[in-house]
């Protein structure tokens, strides 16, 4: 957990009106990558069956494409750090 969003939690009255609103972006980004990484990994395991192996897409593999994407996009919203609010 980064820093920021620690202080969030036990002393949010510290941030400002604006800093609320940067943190609020933050964890709203964080909530939502990796279900936008989940669809894309659906569509890129689809693409791949229906173009090059020129079949139709089938279940299970969109459900692992799924996996790999959530897994991917939980990943990169964790590494979402940084200080935002030093910028």
């Known amino acids: 957990m ?5 202080q969030l939690f036990h002393s949010p009255e510290d ?10 972006v933050k964890l709203q980004n964080q909530r939502r990558l990796p279900k936008i990484a989940a669809g894309m ?13 020129r079949r139709a897409p089938r279940m299970m593999n969109l459900l692992i494409g799924a996996g790999a994407g959530y897994a991917f996009g939980g990943y990169g919203a964790s590494s979402l ?5 030093a910028r």
């Open 81 to 85: 750090s940084g200080n935002l609010l």
């Open 2 to 6: 980064s820093q920021e969003t620690k």
């Open 15 to 24: 941030f400002s009106d604006a800093e609320l609103d940067v943190m609020r």
């Open 41 to 53: 990994g659906i569509a890129g395991a689809a693409v791949f069956e229906g173009i090059f192996l």
